[in-house]
């Protein structure tokens, strides 16, 4: 840019966090607004993949991100019959190759912290619209904001503000979800494998070790279990029950983890959006993270691909003089690396959670042999490590 600018970051989640470090650092001037009254971590804990890790090495932070998550070798997964369905290890795809599990608390802490302008936060603010120039934020009482140069929406899988004409190709609810918690992890012997059981497609259980929370150094896991999204809706004790006695049927080795769970209140329920849009940018407004592809967790690219736009942004407007010209860098940047994962989350998701019974044999009888096969293993691994950037 010739000049510095004046951008508003709406929204001060993951992709938020990382558009402050970065556009921050390039000098420009920033104002953030955020819906919550006292910004901090929402959702269950994930796994950062070689690509998001690569973000945080350029912010400085890995090293502090390594000391708060748990080192990730290996996605484990298998069916009722103990049959492997998903078996690879990180090292496979590239020596000293590995993911982190962390907790939202832990990164949402540790990004925050290497902001020094976190004063340019409006916290408790909700913005519901735009101008129809893109130059003003407006919100639910109707304030105006700005005008600004450039607008970043960053407000998550459920944006208001793509809600422009002819931006959203698609959007809808998918069917399934999960209930989900943190667990201690003193008990729990693999702690460097994401497990994963299936019930046929209808039940999925996993457990990812994620390292420590900002309140103790104690070690955590996510524990999640999908469910039709009616299901999840409806989660109650009653359920909770259920599921206690399902897991003991399916994973009885994973079953002494809930004993601090009695109460249904003590989970809690995620849902997702299948989001793709005809442009990320409209006017002077680029959208990022889950409000620009929000898709299903199951590749489990959703930080990482957010932490990844902040970056290609950031990239692309230095790179250029003009704020369009550096837009259009950032969309042609960010355009193929997205659509890989977003037509590869709608494919897969339906073989792990839907009530399509068949895709489970199907899925069984041939993911593990494949996995096996060296040109097809290593595309698995490219798509498991979030650096499959071509389809061929």
């Not at 989970?267 to 959006?273: I, K, N, Q």
């Not at 977003?342 to 899925?363: H, Y």
Request: aromatic share 8%.
């Amino acid at each position: 840019m010739r000049g510095n600018l004046h951008i508003a970051v709406v929204g001060y989640g993951v992709a938020g966090q990382a558009s402050c470090l970065l556009l921050g650092a390039a000098g420009h001037r920033l104002t953030v607004f955020e819906q919550a009254a006292s910004p901090g971590p929402v959702g269950a804990g994930f796994l950062l993949q070689p690509t998001g890790l690569s973000v945080l090495t350029r912010l400085g932070l890995l090293e502090q991100a390594l000391a708060s998550g748990q080192r990730i070798e290996r996605l484990y997964g298998c069916n009722l019959a103990g049959r492997a369905v998903m078996d690879m290890r990180y090292a496979e795809h590239a020596a000293g190759c590995f993911g982190l599990g962390m907790t939202r608390g832990a990164l949402f802490s540790l990004l925050d912290g290497a902001w020094a302008g976190r004063s340019a936060i409006r916290s408790g603010t909700r913005i519901d619209r735009l101008s129809d120039d893109g130059r003003y934020l407006i919100d639910g009482e109707g304030q105006r904001y700005g005008p600004f140069d450039l607008i970043v929406a960053a407000d998550g899988a459920h944006s208001a503000l793509r809600r422009q004409p002819g931006v959203v190709r698609r959007e809808g609810l998918y069917p399934w979800g999960a209930m989900w918690c943190l667990l201690p992890a003193t008990q729990w012997p693999h702690n460097d494998v994401l497990h994963q059981r299936y019930a046929g497609t209808r039940e999925m259980i996993g457990l990812l070790p994620v390292g420590r929370r900002d309140d103790t150094d104690a070690r955590w896991l996510t524990f999640f279990y999908s469910l039709p999204g009616a299901q999840v809706d409806a989660f109650d004790d009653e359920a909770l029950q259920r599921m206690r006695h399902r897991l003991g049927e399916l994973w009885p080795e994973a079953l002494p983890l809930l004993e601090g769970i009695q109460s249904s209140t003590q989970l809690h329920r995620a849902r997702y959006r299948d989001v793709v849009l005809h442009q990320t940018t409209w006017n002077n407004v680029v959208f990022i993270g889950d409000a620009a592809h929000a898709m299903s967790p199951q590749l489990g690219q959703g930080v990482n691909m957010a932490l990844l736009d902040a970056q290609a942004l950031a990239d692309a407007l230095a790179e250029h003089d003009d704020l369009a010209p550096g837009l259009d860098a950032y969309r042609r940047q960010r355009r193929t690396h997205v659509g890989i994962y977003q037509r590869l989350s709608r494919f897969l998701t339906p073989l792990f959670q839907s009530d399509r019974d068949m895709l489970a044999g199907i899925r069984d009888r041939v993911f593990g042999p494949l996995g096996r096969m060296p040109i097809a293993r290593g595309e698995m691994l490219r798509i498991l490590t979030g650096t499959k950037r071509t389809w061929w």
